[in-house]
């Protein structure tokens, strides 16, 4: 997604009165005391540093730093999505594909004039699902996508991942009807599944859609268990299925893709792609300008690399070097001002954290009969190591309701605020004609909300207000 990205805010950002800095400041005047050869010396040196380092310095060697296993998962999974029928906008009206009013929740009520199309359009796509229930999804995944292509590479996968899992959450939200809870855990399980394929798949963008995979199906699981929780069996697999992230270790790959990419890539066509750069100043040698660029992303990549191995997150003082960059170097500084990937990283982690903890605490009450007291007690029985609020460094916040039998686990979020465990509500959870209350004032940043996992009525509970209120 930030290489598009990139290009765009080069081809917005980049005007000549920028480069009329460079007759006041001889520090950023990109025609110095080197010459274009010298600058390609640097950058040949910098590629044979990083291949010394044993990983791949081009999109070529990328490429087969990912071969394709034996028994690849992704084959099973790509028989079965290509089995997907897509909805024809004209005829059919669709929750969660085209229609994202009517229903926003797997625990609304299906209107009565969308039950049939809705029945009609999961008899067409049976045997997707049937294909998907039966893969074993414990095998090596690499999709067939060619790296080698770089900034270029063709993921058609992520689009009929994503219409595969909008298509098991509208099947849940019929199990629901159908008093089918099973079924509809099963699927919530899949989504999880279908999310993990992408886990080691080297681009940002894979990385980003399978966490919008983890995103819905633990909100499936928390309106699903309102309804029917899930037995002792269904819960082991949830916690099994849920995936494990740990930042920045798992962002890496996609840096190192994006470092060898840069190096594959013409800077200048790279910016052309969208036929919107204007025209250097007649002083300005082009070659030399764009090699610049390059060479300048390359090193400030390699910097970050280096930090990432060594485990250093520090998104302020990255973010403060890469502002630092004259605005001379717009293409280097817009696309180094999109690798600080972190908020959402740390954010699905933290969803991921309290939804392991929470359903941990499910799994003792099943065993007795009530919710822990306190975390403590899910140790080492029903987990073996709690991990800790990455934004506190202490354990995660824990309130249980006995009066409603609900629970909710809970970080503060980037904000370092205790909320009492008050749950983000997106706008688009408002149903037809309403909204959430706390989006009167249509302003998120005056949200005061925490990262959430319930269990269970809690925030509808305690929190009457950030619900639903009548549009005035």
């Not at 999804?137 to 292509?149: H, I, K, L, V, W």
């Not at 970050?304 to 403060?320: A, F, G």
């Not at 990937?341 to 939804?355: C, D, G, P």
């Amino acid at each position: 997604m930030h290489h598009l990205m990139t290009i765009i805010f080069i081809a917005t950002s980049i005007t000549s009165p920028l480069f009329a800095q460079s007759e006041q400041n001889a520090h950023t005047k990109p025609e110095n005391a080197y010459t274009t050869a010298s600058l390609q010396k640097k950058l040949d040196q910098l590629i044979v540093e990083i291949r010394a380092e044993g990983l791949p310095a081009t999109a070529e060697e990328l490429n087969d730093w990912y071969p394709i296993p034996e028994n690849n998962m992704a084959d099973q999974i790509i028989e079965a999505i290509e089995l997907f029928v897509e909805p024809n906008d004209n005829a059919e009206i669709i929750p969660f594909f085209n229609d994202y009013e009517s229903v926003t929740r797997l625990s609304g009520a299906i209107p009565s004039d969308m039950l049939h199309k809705i029945e009609s359009f999961l008899k067409i796509n049976k045997p997707v699902l049937d294909a998907l229930r039966k893969i074993n999804f414990s095998g090596p995944c690499r999709y067939a996508a060619d790296y080698s292509d770089g900034l270029g590479t063709m993921l058609p996968h992520l689009a009929q991942l994503r219409n595969v899992a909008r298509l098991l959450k509208l099947d849940s939200l019929y199990a629901i009807h159908e008093s089918d809870y099973e079924r509809a855990h099963r699927n919530n399980i899949l989504i999880l599944e279908l999310g993990k394929s992408l886990q080691h798949e080297p681009l940002g963008i894979s990385e980003l859609v399978g966490m919008s995979f983890y995103a819905m199906a633990l909100d499936n699981i928390e309106s699903v268990y309102r309804i029917s929780p899930p037995n002792l069996q269904t819960t082991k697999t949830y916690l099994s299925s849920l995936p494990s992230y740990n930042f920045p270790e798992d962002w890496l790959p996609s840096v190192i893709f994006d470092r060898a990419c840069y190096i594959s890539t013409d800077f200048e066509k790279a910016c052309e792609v969208i036929d919107a750069i204007p025209d250097l100043p007649k002083q300005i040698n082009r070659d030399y300008y764009y090699l610049q660029n390059k060479l300048l992303v390359i090193k400030k990549l390699n910097k970050l690399i280096k930090q990432y191995q060594n485990n250093i997150i520090d998104t302020t003082s990255w973010e403060e070097e890469i502002l630092s960059i004259s605005y001379l170097f717009q293409p280097a500084r817009i696309t180094l001002l999109n690798f600080d990937s972190s908020a959402v990283y740390f954010s699905m982690q933290e969803k991921l954290n309290t939804a392991q903890i929470a359903l941990a605490a499910h799994q003792y009450k099943l065993n007795n009969n009530t919710f822990p007291q306190s975390l403590d007690d899910l140790t080492p029985t029903y987990i073996k190591h709690i991990k800790t609020d990455y934004y506190t460094s202490k354990p995660y916040r824990y309130k249980y309701d006995s009066k409603i039998d609900s629970i909710v686990v809970y970080s503060i979020g980037d904000d370092e605020v205790d909320n009492d465990g008050r749950q983000y509500i997106p706008y688009m959870e408002a149903t037809r004609g309403r909204k959430p209350y706390m989006f009167d004032d249509e302003d998120e940043s005056e949200q005061l909300t925490d990262i959430t996992f319930t269990l269970g009525s809690y925030q509808e509970a305690h929190f009457p207000d950030a619900f639903i209120k009548p549009a005035e």
